[in-house]
Structures are given as structure tokens and as C-alpha cells.
């Protein structure tokens, strides 16, 4: 008799699901907004973070009435297939795969740089290189050998990044100068926007609750509140490191490493390197939970059959998708050893951006048809919400993230293309299969 295929283990609880999201969002976009949005918007940075979490607000209630209608691997992927049809889905779930590989290049390459303070050797040539497939590798076997220890290395290191984050704000508190914060010159609607997506890419990856539903073990009832509870919280680290950093420094543009800056005037040679070491723990949080999520895309359309079937294989003893988990690892630490620089955030953010408006639409659809998945997290006036803020990201994007569009489009037409090669191999061994 023929034995039943390995699956996912649904180990992870609603305090693993909290510590993913928080790992997701409290993490380099942290480290790297304030100077970033204080070089574009000036004084008008507190704005622009109260405006992105406004903006983010009616989009985190339409992802926790999504993820009240589903217990299945995939989030966004899922929702739209469901929602809307498998061609928009598939834009969804490819353009989910690729920002995180992109956002994965970025952050190992980051992760160098502020380990390069302590070992300055390891910032060029080899030891660069190196150094990422290391990372790479620790972090693949750890979320390659099951979801359980995935979970545990999770939630120490977001406890690290929470006593990271309050040890900062204790430590630069009494230093800030509440002079230093005026609006100034008001920026303009693209600049403002521009500034926008700085923040919306640190609050990017609470999808990531609800692409790992496939391992919850009550995914409709514990992603919700999880999702409401993390935004907050990264809200608040937001806005402490964004004050010490106004309020201590002369110009927060004028450095790559702000916190650290904030460290070093404040305290000395001590504080820069106890602000680097917790820099390379944020980092090294979110790295995790990409490495974690990251291939459940892959799985979700391998099991959809619009990638090889191969991705969606679970490994028998470690029961995860092994094959995606490891081509994930492959690609993403391979395009961080392959660049020198910084990855553009902007174009991981405006990736994400077009699968959270097909993620709205298939709300807006569920909420006008018969028989679609019913939610227990019932969002009022759902269908309107849904739309608004379908149109609000759509005009985000288009304000703040214009010069990535064509990047966009060619990843897109990129992917469509893998999938068109995959069904006419697959159709072609189907014609040439006998009887």
C-alpha cells in the first residue's frame, strides 16, 4: 500500500507567528530610515512615519481578513489565485520570491559591512565572499532541518532586538535636543511619497505571518491579532530610533549608519560598537525569517503547478520543502556575492507594493461573490476598504517608485516566461507519455 507523501508540520503558535512578523519588520529599514527619510523630507520625517503607518493601517486590516479565510501556504500567492485568477497570481507569488531574494542581497551585504567594523578584512575580495556563503549556509541549515527550530532561533533573536532597541532609546533619551525637531521646508508630493516607501519598505514582511499559514497551528484564528500586534510595535521602534537620531545628531543624512553615529557622539568608540553588534543582530533576524519564507513561494507554485512540482516537495524526516529552501539559498546569497553595493530597496518595496493591490482586489472579489471563503475576522465595509487601498498603494508606487517600474516589468515578463517554458515542457512529456 502506498505510503502518503510528507507534509508541513503545523508546530508554530501565535507568540512564533508575533516573533516572525516582528523579525520581518524591525530590521534594516530600521537601521537605515532615519537618515535616509531625513535626507528626502527633512523635519517632516515624523510625518511621513505617522503618514505611512496611517497608509499601512486599512492595508494590515484587509491582510487580517485575508488570513481569517485561509490555513494553506502562500499568503498573498494564495489569496490572489483564489480571488482574482492564477495569471495575476502568479505575478504575486513571483514578485514575492524576487524581492526577497533582492532584500536578502541587500541585507547579507549589510551584514558584511557592519561586520567588516570589527573585522575590517572581510569587507573585499574573498573573505567577502566568504563571509556570505557562511551566512547563507548557517542560516539555510537552520530553517532547512524544520519549522520548530526555525521558530526558537526566531524568537531569541527578536528578544535580542527588543533589548537592542530599548537600551537605545534608554541610552540616547536624555540626549535629545527637542530643538532639532522642526518641520522646516515642506517636501514635495513625489519627495514625500519617495520618503513613504522608505518606511513602507521597513514595515514590509507581515505577509510573511500568512505565507507560513501552511504551519500555524490555528492560522485563522493567530494571524490577525499577530499582524496587529507586530505593526504596533514596530511602530514604536520606529519612532524611538527616529527621535534619538533627530535629536542627536547634527545631520542624520550626512551618515549610512545613523545609530551607530548616534552611538559613537554620545559614547565614544563603546557606544558605535555596542550599536554595530546590535545592528548585525537585527540584521541577522530579518536574514532568518527570509531564509524561512522565502521558499514557501517557491512550494506555493510548485503545488499550483505553475512552476515544477519539484519546489513543493516535503523532505520526509525535516519535513520542509527542501529543493525550494535550498534553490532560494542559491539565488539569493549568489546575487549578494555578485554585488558589490547595496541592492535598490526601492525596487523590493515596489515588488511587494503590486502583490499587496492583487491581495486587495481578491478581497474586493471575495466580498462580491457567492461562496468565497468565509472570514473570521470580519473587516466592515471590507469591499470599499479594499478598493481604497488598493488605489492608495497603487498611487504610492506610482509617485515614489516611477524609476523601478520598467525593473518591475522585465522581472515580471521574466517570470511569465519560466512558467510558459514549464507548461510546454510539461505538455509536451504529457503528449509523449503512452496510453
Known amino acids: 500500500m502506498a505510503t502518503a507523501p510528507p507534509t508541513l508540520v503545523r508546530a508554530l503558535t501565535r507568540r512564533d507567528l508575533l516573533g516572525i512578523l516582528l523579525n520581518?519588520?524591525?530590521?534594516?529599514?530600521?537601521?537605515?530610515a532615519p537618515a535616509k527619510v531625513f535626507a528626502i523630507a527633512g523635519g517632516w520625517s515624523f510625518v511621513v512615519l505617522a503618514a505611512s503607518a496611517v497608509a499601512l493601517l486599512p492595508l494590515i486590516l484587509v491582510f487580517a481578513d485575508l488570513g481569517s479565510r485561509f490555513d494553506a501556504t502562500g499568503g498573498p500567492y494564495l489569496y490572489a489565485k483564489e480571488g482574482l485568477s492564477p495569471v495575476p497570481a502568479f505575478a504575486s507569488g513571483w514578485l514575492l520570491w524576487f524581492a526577497q531574494a533582492m532584500s536578502t542581497a541587500t541585507l547579507a551585504n549589510l551584514f558584511v559591512s557592519y561586520l567588516a567594523g570589527f573585522a575590517p578584512a572581510l569587507e573585499d575580495g574573498?573573505?567577502?565572499l566568504a563571509t556570505i556563503g557562511v551566512l547563507g549556509a548557517l542560516l539555510t541549515a537552520v530553517v532547512l532541518v524544520g519549522i520548530s527550530p526555525s521558530a526558537r532561533a526566531s524568537n531569541a533573536l527578536i528578544a535580542a532586538k527588543v533589548a537592542f532597541v530599548l537600551l537605545f532609546l534608554i541610552a540616547g533619551l536624555p540626549f535629545v535636543d527637542l530643538d532639532r525637531i522642526a518641520l522646516g521646508a515642506a517636501p514635495t508630493l513625489p519627495d514625500f511619497a519617495a520618503a513613504m516607501l522608505v518606511y513602507l519598505f521597513?514595515?514590509?514582511?507581515?505577509e510573511r505571518g500568512a505565507v507560513l499559514a501552511g504551519e500555524a497551528r490555528e492560522p485563522q484564528r493567530d494571524v490577525p491579532p499577530a499582524l496587529g500586534l507586530a505593526v504596533l510595535a514596530a511602530t514604536v521602534a520606529y519612532a524611538a530610533v527616529l527621535l534619538v537620531c533627530v535629536g542627536v545628531l547634527d545631520d542624520p543624512a550626512a551618515t549610512d549608519r545613523p545609530l551607530a553615529e548616534a552611538g559613537r557622539l554620545l559614547y565614544g568608540?563603546?557606544?558605535a560598537v555596542a550599536v554595530s553588534a546590535g545592528a548585525?543582530?537585527?540584521?541577522?533576524?530579518?536574514l532568518l525569517v527570509i531564509s524561512l519564507s522565502m521558499p514557501r513561494m517557491l512550494m506555493a507554485l510548485g503545488e499550483n503547478g505553475q512552476l515544477p512540482a519539484a519546489f513543493a516537495r516535503v523532505h520526509a524526516r525535516w519535513r520542509t520543502p527542501h529543493l525550494a529552501v535550498l534553490l532560494s539559498a542559491v539565488v539569493a546569497y549568489g546575487a549578494a556575492m555578485a554585488s558589490d553595493l547595496l541592492t535598490a530597496l526601492t525596487v523590493s518595496t515596489a515588488a511587494r507594493l503590486v502583490s499587496?493591490?492583487?491581495s486587495c482586489l481578491a478581497l474586493w472579489r471575495f466580498e462580491r461573490r457567492a461562496g468565497a471563503p468565509a472570514?473570521?475576522?470580519?473587516?466592515?465595509a471590507a469591499g470599499p476598504v479594499a478598493i481604497?487601498?488598493?488605489?492608495?498603494?497603487?498611487?504610492?508606487?506610482?509617485l515614489g517608485a516611477t524609476a523601478e517600474l520598467p525593473a518591475l516589468v522585465a522581472v515580471t515578463a521574466l517570470g511569465y516566461a519560466a512558467w510558459g517554458i514549464y507548461a510546454l515542457t510539461r505538455s509536451s512529456r504529457s503528449r509523449r507519455r503512452p496510453g
Not at 280 to 286: D, E, H, Q, R, S
Not at 375 to 380: I, M, V
Open 280 to 286: 548585525i543582530t537585527v540584521i541577522l533576524g530579518t
Open 388 to 398: 481604497g487601498t488598493a488605489l492608495l498603494f497603487g498611487g504610492v508606487m506610482l
Open 24 to 32: 520581518a519588520m524591525i530590521g534594516a529599514g530600521m537601521l537605515a
Open 375 to 380: 472570514a473570521g475576522f470580519g473587516l466592515p
Open 126 to 128: 574573498l573573505p567577502r
Open 356 to 358: 499587496y493591490i492583487l
Open 202 to 206: 521597513a514595515y514590509t514582511g507581515f
Open 269 to 271: 568608540d563603546v557606544g
